[in-house]
């Protein structure tokens, strides 16, 4: 017959799950349940499950809430021996973990119990962490807490984007995963509880946490830009009315030589732009602009 599970997510991590379980031997797939497209705007990674679905021949389901009673009924005719959520930013509760046989399962791109909450990977860049995880947990009833499942420990690597960060966290999702579903399989899983003493919590971002505060220094900026770069919205600032986009910076050498109001455009270069900030100036060597045109040399750029 199988092991029946329910897949709940809209994103990267939901998309490496469906197909890992569709090369996984006595998996079986019944539903796959993500966000109606109204809601597609709260995650900019967003992947559209559609083709995966069809595929596991599972049937795909629209839920704008977690616990809502007509949620809860499509996972219980569903008959799950377990529930992924995966790729998912919102908490389950009591009803919804009562459904599956076997228990409900998450992912967290972070080393838990550490970095527990949301926006893992920005944070992680942003604190400047030199190591991470990619973490499959048992569900309970707090935020990110129950007992891990399986981590898998890389390298962070100093000038990391948020792009590159996010596919080391898939690629360490896939491994996970081809030992895990055979143990979930066979009933062999492990569970390990979470030292609490050693968890931490990073607090939800927006994209207005993007917006660039010139009079930071050089090294913070850089840090930001490549926190909230691409696969999310970006850094940037206020060029008059107009929207500037930061997609990657350089830090220049020789800062002394440069005097100038944080924020000041200093010149621009084969379409590099250096700008000054409270340490010193720095090169956007990628970025766009809402107006079509570069900022204006010796302008200011406002935060």
């Excluded at 704008?64 to 377990?82: G, I």
């Excluded at 959520?85 to 998450?106: C, D, Y």
């Excluded at 621009?268 to 720095?282: F, N, Y």
Aim: aromatic share 6%; hydrophobic share 45%.
């Amino acid at each position: 017959m199988g092991v029946r599970a329910v897949v709940v997510g809209a994103v990267g991590s939901t998309q490496v799950l469906l197909e890992e379980l569709l090369g996984a031997p006595g998996w079986q797939v019944p539903l796959v349940l993500t966000l109606p497209p109204a809601l597609h705007g709260r995650h900019s990674d967003l992947v559209d499950l559609a083709p995966l679905a069809g595929d596991l021949g599972a049937r795909l389901e629209h839920a704008a809430q977690t616990n809502s009673a007509e949620t809860l009924t499509m996972v219980r005719a569903a008959a799950p021996d377990y529930v992924f959520v995966v790729g998912w930013s919102q908490i389950v509760g009591e009803a919804f973990l009562s459904i599956a046989a076997s228990g409900t399962i998450g992912y967290h791109p972070a080393p838990l119990p550490r970095l527990r909450g949301r926006a893992a990977i920005p944070w992680t860049i942003l604190l400047g962490e030199p190591i991470s995880a990619s973490s499959l947990f048992w569900i309970g009833e707090g935020t990110d807490d129950g007992d891990i499942l399986a981590q898998k420990f890389f390298h962070v690597a100093p000038d990391v984007t948020a792009q590159q960060l996010y596919d080391q966290h898939m690629d360490a999702l896939r491994a996970m995963l081809r030992t895990c579903l055979a143990q979930l399989a066979s009933g062999t899983a492990p569970r390990e509880r979470q030292d609490a003493r050693l968890a931490t919590w990073a607090a939800r971002r927006t994209p207005a946490d993007g917006r660039i505060d010139w009079r930071a220094d050089a090294t913070r900026i850089d840090r930001l830009v490549r926190a909230v770069g691409r696969p999310y919205p970006g850094a940037f600032a206020m060029d008059g009315p107009h929207r500037l986009t930061v997609w990657s910076t350089r830090l220049c050498p020789d800062v002394w030589r440069y005097h100038a109001l944080p924020g000041q455009v200093l010149g621009i270069e084969d379409g590099v732009l250096r700008v000054m900030t409270g340490s010193g100036p720095i090169d956007l060597v990628e970025w766009e602009s809402a107006r079509g045109a570069p900022p204006k040399l010796h302008g200011i750029l406002e935060a």
